[in-house]
């Protein structure tokens, strides 16, 4: 792309980002390479995401709603890992130029990047040739201390209690609201749970509709708690494939099973949408909300083990933290009834390549 437009809808407003972080941003914007300095006695944190149009989002979203979840997300990554972010590269591929798409894009971008300090130090812009989908790819770089052990997923250990940040499960309901309001919902559930689906979605109050709405397209990568849970958690994640599946990815590589308990995120649904109580069909509802918050995605929470020492102290950061269940011997992910029955939850997660959901 012309020069002229790099300059225009990503140097000259991401200008005065770069100049409050020029001790870290050595060059940036302009030049072949960017230089970033680390703080001494730091690792260098990396990760990659892609946003594919029409996979990722949807055309007619707002171009505002999709840079800010671009970079967002790929933040998550580096909240989930403790780090905190340097900068961050972005690479565009357009089926053409239209200025107030980027515009608004850029500006979307802009409000994530000053919100978590993060300047844009770089990227590439292409066209996308034959293909009328745009595709966007960021690359953020963060740092941590040498002494921060990394909060890999084989660490989590037998006895270690499962901790969840936010709602998990809420950017869900933004999606199925989304879909519904299309007309699309059976695209997302079918038979009983569209049915069940349709009756939550109902009885949603209009607090609960506006901040899944929000969870789904403006979700907040939790960058202070990352760097909060140094040296108390062990293995961590942040959600976006959905619980099941991506607490799996920990019950897998540290080889122990995880049993979330019902009452817990029934406990933490409650918490949200406190009027639920009042409901005739409240347990009903309840059910169906946890179901979603399994299967859920796009959330962007952080998923963490963390030994029952550290209990207290992770509590004490405040609200919105709830520990929903623990680790023991064995392998997958475990739902544990009121009457401490126990069933085996399939690790759904989403397969890009599947034609659906496994
Ligand atoms: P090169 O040929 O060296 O790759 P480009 O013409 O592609 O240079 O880019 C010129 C400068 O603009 C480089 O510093 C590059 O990092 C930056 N740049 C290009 N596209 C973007 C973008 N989408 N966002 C941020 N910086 C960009
Ligand atoms: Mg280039």
Known sequence: MEFDLIHRY????????????????????????????????????????????GVHFFSDDSPHATGWKALACNLSDLAASGASPLGFTLNL?????????????????????????????????????????KTLSITVFGQAPITHRGFNRAHAKIGEEVWLSGTPGLARLG?????????????????????????????????????????????????????????????????????????????????????????????????????????????ELLKILVTQTLKGGDDFELCWTAHPNHHDAIQSFGGGLHCVGFIEPGSGIWLQSPSADRTRVSARSYNHFAETQN
């Open 10 to 53: 990503f140097k000259t407003p991401f200008g005065r980002l770069a100049r409050a972080n020029a001790n870290t941003v050595l060059v940036g914007i302009g030049d072949d390479c960017a230089t970033l300095q680390l703080l001494p006695g730091h690792h260098l944190y990396t990760s990659t995401d892609t946003l594919v149009e």
């Open 93 to 133: 591929s357009l089926p053409e130029i239209n200025e107030s798409w980027l515009a608004d894009f850029s500006a979307g971008l802009l409000d994530v990047a000053t919100r978590f300090n993060c300047p844009l130090v770089g990227g590439d812009t292409t066209s996308s040739g034959p293909n009328p989908s």
């Open 175 to 283: 999606l199925l609201l989304e879909y519904q309001r299309r007309d699309r919902l059976a695209e997302c559930c079918q038979g009983t749970e569209l049915h069940q689906v349709q009756v939550l979605l109902d009885a949603m109050p209009a607090h609960l509709r506006q901040s899944a709405v929000i969870q789904l397209g403006t979700p907040l990568p939790r960058l202070e708690l990352g760097v909060r849970l140094h040296g108390l958690a062990s293995a961590c994640l942040d959600l976006s494939d959905g619980l099941s599946g991506d607490l799996a990815h920990i019950s897998k590589a540290s080889d122990v099973s995880a049993v979330l308990v019902q009452s817990s995120l029934e406990s933490m649904w409650r918490e949200r949408w406190p009027e639920i109580c009042q409901r005739a069909d409240a347990a």
